[in-house]
């Protein structure tokens, strides 16, 4: 069923009683060549290009719970491809062009929003690091613009440029960036990789691999045994938990990021904001709220919900950086759990067992790479070979030493 | 969250400074053969439990001691704290 | 003034007559209304506009539960959208204004929404919109946004205070109803600290909404009473205006307490608002529960409102919302509603009753086994459609329509550690798992015991339990004879086979025909209904709604609404102001500021501050007639080459070492060697992280066999001493090494020049020989200077001169520099400040914040060498791994512009003369740039691959950004006596 305006006026002549499932709900069949675990945004992503570009059949998806019940609907919506390393920008500006044709790709309007993103900056230094990620962006051919003070007011003169105790000298903006409604895209590549004959099983959880003689041969799980020639992981948060039933370790803890949301507003802020001298960064969504986060809770954690340190943390930025938002109040807050990897960067990779593939450590920022995860993921399963913009992503990285480490940080998952 | 210092009683949490997983007081011996490799697991893959978790806290606002944390990661639940110090000589971690 | 609507009696005082206005419009009404009751009292039924339709709507409940009644309080930066009007203390000038809606809230032109609403139903958004792919961020979205939103922030800085405090307590008591306040009564008696926390502005909860008796008292003398015995208890504290609206870990609790709110605008001194962090022991649940609708067709219309606000505005706010009302319910407490309506004179059209067995009364007409169908009245409700049990129809007119469809437990508070309510078939609600969470205890309505005498007895009883566990006995209080009326009722959810549109969600226009679509099209967990239709995504988050939904998933699935699931709640109970969060912590407060011991005099010179973590530092000196920076800057660099400046390094961090094991102890934890380094020395150190990188550089000086001075850099003070207490106490705790950070306890100069010496030797007392044999590079030693004040004094120098460091006991920082300044006279001494530092590292090639940034290795630094292979230091194991030691790695480098005239910017990035600028061609970046005043030229040091074997070659530098795009020479990193002849002199 293909979604158009004229679709919706002639259902909704038709007391809308003609819509047809977004996906089906077909039971699982004992064996698939493709079997992707974790129908959130980049596993459903991955059946989306492994069946439309990669002509692949014989493909499921499976999900312990509801799709796109992770971390796909619990981020803060944004994207960006405003990463400075070579082993990150290029796989984050593929996924930046995918999102430009998306829905157009899709058929379902997932509300891609290139309103932009500004990071704003607080010394000499911090500007002298933009300016060297913003070259490194164009260098690989996205956008980036270095603005001065002047600047920034024009653009965003509700900040706080006269009292600030860290003032703001200038920001580096990517206009391309912005913000995506994230639970379409979930339900937007589900859709679309079912018509394209994907099984999305739900309610199927994983409990363990079937591997024999260092080759997968399938999936134990609670709706029976599922055989696969290729498994493909894609489960961020419990990627540890269900890598371990493979008896793989991986570099990565688990820990809870939290997010929040202000009542409805009428517009007021336009893109996306990043405070360069706190934690807090701040977009408004179509329905009008603000939506705002900061850093990670810096525990482990499967908890799904952090503290109030942090909370207070985050609006502290906030009124420091617009005090004009003192008055909004926080709707909802909610926490979603991080797969943090070592470097702070992600990895998708082979595993040491044949068949099987991993998809993961995204940290707090596996959402703005949803489209190219998938299709990148979805190259490797394919191929055997890493796509292009995905070569560094390896699991064995730390054993050469060729970490991709954007901030510095070093082995502390909870810095990065 | 509150951690229960075993000197000074309970704390808030936010006096102190969290690192991670306490086998990094497991630190392999640097001269060994394989110490490229055991470095690399002691680093970097490190036990991510959905449940008990021993964890390495600093009370950096605080007495400056290094504690050891035992807290459940599902529930955040804290059973039980102890000195680093103490744990890494039960440890055999020596001069 | 009339207030046509007013009923005898009720909680307010009609002695205090206050006036306030709603859309311009002038009205009045009594202390201890609320702006929803006054605005009923007027006969103002139609208070807001829907989310996506812009329906008409009226009041809804008479709480925080409110879905419609929603305004924009006050006026300029004080103004408040979204404000619940039921919730809003009246007081004498209140001014509130309708929101959402264009151009007034009569005639609203966005109604034009609620005419289209058959291709505006749930998720239509994401079916079209798409074509052509550009228009959506031009066109659609735009208007898209201007539409939606609800109230407006005014823009301006909220001009209002918000504080932080932290409260502790052996018993949190959160709701102040019958329950509460026995509860608060046992444990006061008890003698255990108690906090009672109600979000109302008076204490009572339900009480106040009811008729019934205490024994013999009136409700509102039996709170009196126990509140007046709590209020001379010092052991128990309470706290009205005060909403608990979060669960944390520990027991720890969120509470906004809504200090000046009902205020026209806070006294002086006094925050609008404070953020309570309460540390509680044992907690009580005592926070009520919320009554639910009916769903029929047209639902919505203002006048209809849920029973028990319908008697809570008549009893205690003695207001009718209409001069007649029909009841329609499902269980016996809608008929408790219209007795009391009556009895306060209203006139009762008639009560509408779901269940075929309901109890009839002799007061007023009940249809039992009947259904309302249907309502009218576009603005404002006119009369309702009946079906009655024998089928047919009849229309009731009434003004307003109160709907009894049971009690949902507030159980939040107990899902915000993700507990999971279940499901009681007794009451038709979820309430908390009893027992679950032995810090957080549930008892009265919140626990669904719904009768008076229940919330009593079980609020003492839980109380004593709590306590109990904290060896605090306590004892059952002599409980006053109440209500224990039986809950019955019959589930009644929705009617069935209506052929309009049935409200769920008030706010957002949720309606039964979207929870079908949406099942339609496959969402049928919870949370993808949730999700698809935006069902509880409102500012009421569903607290009235979501049941209902639940309710019609369950019909559609064919199962039962605990098989269906639930959807827990997360913090905060009802929204807070992002203020109260903040706190003081906002403007030049955010952070606090660290000074340095020379700030009061730099003030006293001019000198421009700048922030360096928390530090403000001086930046720059500027002296009469310099109208730029760079002009302060040059010559503070060039007086420095040439005779001696001064400048304020006390921000470097100093951790001091001692103990008998301290030199080994820095041997593990610097890369380089110090077992050897002689005492009275000192030595450069550069510490890598265990994944071998490089950490931070510093010196560490020998003072005694057993006892080093290490400093760091200003950023990685805290890190480094964190680090190094690991190492300590986790690593190598058999060492005898203690540290401790005396950063702020040294105050600390650079002294650097050629005439350093000679300035330093004015101020050194005369039996330290500080000549340049006794003294010589690196040395250190601890001295007097001034007669007898005892100082620190390092040779070591950042600038690349001779130069020094001299410490003194911090309180003596300020008289030093002053001292300093006064002796450095003939020597023409200039002070210098973080700029000139920078330049000065610069020309000498020292690396610093922009070259250790975490990202580099002691290699790439040019300092691979230091790493010592002979030891066990941290990271030299993985500083060996292939991709750290390959061979075309970046190395630090010397940039000069061909053309002295260029200007390099740091971040630009190197490429080969002729590539094109891609990333690809890549070659590396500047990583520090300045302009060179003793070069009389740009300078930079940068990353270049292989870059220890490119010196003089010619390559270019781009700045895409900056449209930059010149030439340079790669050069050695030392832009001055790379030989260090000048450090030695």
């Known amino acids: 069923m293909r979604y158009s305006a004229l679709r919706v006026l002639l259902e909704g002549l038709r007391r809308n009683t003609g819509w047809k499932p977004v996906w089906r709900d077909p039971a699982p069949q004992p064996e698939y060549d493709y079997v992707i675990v974790g129908g959130g945004g980049h596993g459903l992503a991955t059946a989306h290009y492994l069946a439309k570009v990669y002509k692949k059949a014989w493909i499921a998806v499976l999900e312990k719970g509801w799709i796109g019940g992770g971390n796909v609907g619990r981020n803060t919506t944004i994207i960006r491809s405003n990463y400075l390393l070579d082993g990150n920008e290029p796989l984050y500006e593929f996924a930046l062009k995918l999102w430009e044709g998306l829905e157009q790709d899709l058929n379902y309007n997932a509300m891609v929003s290139q309103r932009g993103i500004l990071n704003l900056c607080h010394s000499d230094a911090q500007r002298d690091a933009f300016r060297r990620r913003g070259n490194a962006m164009i260098l690989n051919d996205a956008d980036a613009e270095l603005l001065d003070q002047e600047q920034v007011r024009d653009m965003v003169p509700f900040l706080d440029f006269e009292n600030a105790r860290f003032p703001i000298k200038g920001g580096l903006l990517q206009r391309r960036g912005g913000t995506v409604r994230h639970d379409a895209v979930a339900w937007g590549y589900a859709r679309s990789a079912d018509s394209h004959g994907v099984d999305i099983i739900q309610n199927c959880e994983v409990t363990g691999f079937k591997i024999e003689k260092g080759t997968i041969k399938g999936v134990e799980t609670n709706r029976g045994y599922i055989g696969a020639n290729k498994v493909g992981v894609s489960v961020a948060g419990s990627s540890s938990r269900v890598m371990a039933m493979a008896g793989l370790r991986l570099p990565i803890e688990s820990h809870v990021l939290q997010a929040f949301v202000s009542e409805g507003l009428k517009p007021i802020i336009p893109g996306v904001i990043t405070f360069g001298a706190g934690h807090f960064y701040i977009s408004q969504s179509d329905k009008g709220g603000l939506v705002f986060g900061g850093d990670i809770d810096g525990y482990n954690s499967y908890a799904q919900r952090g503290n109030l340190p942090v909370v207070e943390d985050v609006l502290e930025g906030g009124m420091a950086l617009m005090p004009m938002i003192g008055r909004a109040r926080l709707l909802r807050m909610w926490g979603g759990l991080m797969d943090m990897s070592m470097d702070g960067s992600p990895f998708i990779d082979k595993t040491p067992i044949e068949g099987l593939y991993f998809n993961g450590g995204w940290c707090y920022g596996g959402f703005k790479a949803t489209p190219a995860s998938g299709y990148v993921f979805a190259h490797l399963l394919a191929t055997d070979t890493p796509h292009e913009t995905a070569t560094q992503l390896r699991l064995d990285r730390f054993l050469t030493g060729a970490m991709i480490d954007e901030k510095g940080a070093g082995a502390q998952p909870n810095l990065h | ?95 | 003034m009339s207030q046509k609507n007013r009923l005898d009696g009720g909680q307010i005082d009609r002695n205090h007559r206050l006036s306030f206005s709603f859309d311009g419009k002038n009205y009045s009404g009594y202390a201890g209304d609320t702006l929803a009751s006054a605005l009923l009292a007027n006969d103002v039924r139609l208070m807001g506009r829907s989310f996506k339709y812009h329906r008409p709507r009226g009041v809804f409940s008479a709480g925080s539960e409110e879905p419609n009644a929603l305004v924009e309080l006050r006026s300029g930066a004080r103004r408040e959208p979204n404000t619940r009007a039921t919730v809003a203390e009246l007081y004498d000038g209140l001014e509130a204004q309708s929101q959402n809606r264009f151009p007034s809230l009569r005639f609203d032109v966005m109604a034009i929404n609620d005419r289209l609403s058959s291709f505006l139903s749930a998720g239509f958004y994401y079916k079209t919109f798409m074509w052509p792919a550009a228009f959506w961020e031009k066109i659609y979205e735009p208007f898209i946004r201007r539409a939606a939103g609800l109230g407006h922030l005014s823009g301006e800085e909220d001009p209002d205070d918000y504080d932080k405090g932290f409260l502790h307590c052996d018993l949190l008591v959160i709701g102040a109803g019958p329950s509460g306040l026995v509860a608060a009564q046992t444990a006061g008696r008890a003698g255990a600290e108690v906090i009672l926390a109600e979000e109302d502005f008076t204490f009572g909860g339900r009480l106040l909404a009811d008729t019934g008796l205490l024994t013999d008292q009136h409700a509102n003398d039996w709170i009196a009473e126990v509140v007046g015995e709590l209020s001379n208890l010092p052991n128990v504290r309470l706290m009205t205006r005060t909403t608990v609206f979060g669960q944390y870990d520990h027991g720890i609790f969120g509470a906004v307490e809504r200090v000046t709110d009902h205020l026209p605008e806070p006294p002086s001194q006094k925050p609008r608002q404070i953020l309570w962090r309460i540390y509680a022991k044992r907690t009580l649940l005592t926070a009520g529960a919320t009554e639910r609708p009916i769903t029929f067709d047209n639902n919505d219309r203002p006048g209809v409102m849920l029973a028990g606000a319908m008697r809570a505005y008549a009893n205690r706010w003695a207001v009718a919302p209409a001069k007649e009302v029909a009841i329609f319910t499902n269980n016996d407490d809608g008929h408790r509603t219209a007795r009391d309506l009556n009895a306060k004179g209203v006139k009762i059209a008639a009560l509408v009753d779901s269940r075929a067995d309901a109890p009839t009364s002799p007061e007023f007409e009940v249809l039992s086994g009947a259904k309302i169908i249907d309502s009218r009245g576009r603005l404002g409700l006119k009369s309702v459609k009946v079906r009655l049990q024998d089928g047919s129809v009849k229309d009731l007119t009434c003004g307003a329509l109160g709907i009894a469809g049971g009690w949902n437990p507030n159980v939040h508070l107990t899902c915000h550690k993700r507990g999971r309510p279940v499901w009681n078939d007794h009451i038709s609600a979820f309430v908390p798992v009893p027992d679950s969470d032995p810090l957080l205890r549930v008892a009265g309505a919140a626990a669904g015991l719904f009768s008076t005498h229940e919330a009593l007895q079980s609020g003492a009883d839980k109380t004593i339990e709590a306590l109990k566990d904290l060896d605090i006995s306590a004892h059952l209080p002599d409980l006053p004879q109440a209500e224990g009326a039986p809950v019955n009722i019959a589930p009644f959810w929705y009617v069935k086979g209506g052929k309009g549109r049935a409200w769920l969600d008030l706010q957002n226009d949720v309606t039964v025909k979207d929870i079908k679509l949406a099942h339609q099209e496959g969402f049928k967990s919870v949370e993808h209904v949730k999700r698809y239709t935006t069902l509880g995504m409102a500012t009421d988050q569903g607290k009235t709604a979501n049941l209902g939904a639940l309710a019609i998933l369950a019909d559609l699935e064919g199962k039962t609404i605990p098989d269906v699931g639930t959807t827990i709640f997360r913090p905060p109970y009802t929204p807070v102001s992002i203020g109260a969060f903040a706190g003081r912590s906002r403007g030049k407060n955010f952070r606090p500021y660290r000074l340095t011991p020379s700030h009061k005099w730099a003030e006293e010179q001019g000198a421009i501050f700048v922030e360096a973590g928390n530090w403000l530092r001086a930046q720059w000196f500027p002296i009469e007639g310099e109208t730029h920076w760079r002009q302060s800057v040059d010559r503070e660099v060039l007086a420095v080459r040439k005779s001696v400046g001064i400048c304020d390094v006390t921000t470097l961090g100093k951790i001091d070492v001692q103990g008998a094991d301290a030199a080994k102890f820095l041997n593990h934890v610097y890369c380089n060697g110090f077992a050897k380094l002689p005492v009275g020395k000192t030595r450069y150190g550069l510490m890598l992280r265990e994944d071998g990188m490089a950490m931070d550089d510093g010196t560490a000086a020998r003072l005694a066999e057993d006892h080093f001075v290490v400093t760091t850099t200003t950023a990685n003070a805290v890190s480094v001493f964190r680090h190094m207490e690991f190492c300590r106490q986790c690593l190598w705790p058999g060492l005898d090494v203690q540290l401790i950070s005396t950063t702020e306890a040294w105050a600390q100069f650079a002294v650097a020049g050629p005439n350093s010496r000679q300035l330093l030797q004015k101020i050194v007392d005369p039996e330290h020989d500080i000549s340049n044999e006794a003294f010589t590079y690196m040395a250190c030693g601890e001295i007097t200077i001034c007669s007898g004040l005892r100082a620190r004094l390092f040779r070591i120098s950042f600038s690349g001169e001779l130069a020094y460091e001299i410490a003194v006991p911090a309180r003596y920082g300020d008289a030093l520099i002053r001292r300093l300044m006064d002796v450095g006279e003939e020597f023409d001494i200039v002070p210098y400040g973080t700029e000139a530092l920078g330049v000065l590292r610069i020309e000498k090639g020292h690396a610093a914040g922009n070259e250790l940034n975490g990202q580099s290795t002691a290699a790439m630094l040019g300092l691979g060498r230091m790493v010592s292979q002979k030891k066990d230091s941290i990271g030299r194991v993985l500083a060996g791994r292939p991709h750290l030691m390959r061979e075309d790695d970046y190395r630090l480098v010397g940039l000069r512009p061909v053309y002295a005239e260029d200007t390099i910017l740091s971040g630009a990035h190197l490429m080969s003369v002729g590539d094109p600028a891609n990333a690809k061609n890549d070659q590396g970046w500047v990583t520090s740039a300045a302009y060179s005043p003793h070069i009389g030229s740009s300078i930079a040091l940068a990353f270049l691959k292989k870059g220890e074997n490119r010196h003089g070659e010619v390559l270019r530098i781009v700045s895409p950004l900056d449209n930059m795009d010149i030439q340079i020479t790669v050069t050695i990193p030392h832009f001055i006596d790379p030989e260090g002849v000048r450090l030695r002199v």
């Open chain 2, 1 to 95: 969250m509150i951690i229960n210092h075993p000197l000074l009683g309970p704390r808030d949490a936010q006096e102190f400074v969290y690192l991670g997983d306490a086998s990094l007081i497991d630190r392999p011996d640097a001269m060994a053969e394989t110490a490229l490799n055991d470095f690399h697991d002691y680093l970097y893959l490190r036990d991510n439990p959905a449940g008990s978790h021993q964890e390495l806290w600093f009370h950096e606002q605080g007495d400056r001691s290094w504690l050891v944390v035992t807290r459940d990661t599902a529930s955040h639940e804290i059973t039980h704290v102890e000195l680093a110090v103490d744990y890494a000589k039960r440890r055999g971690r020596d001069r």
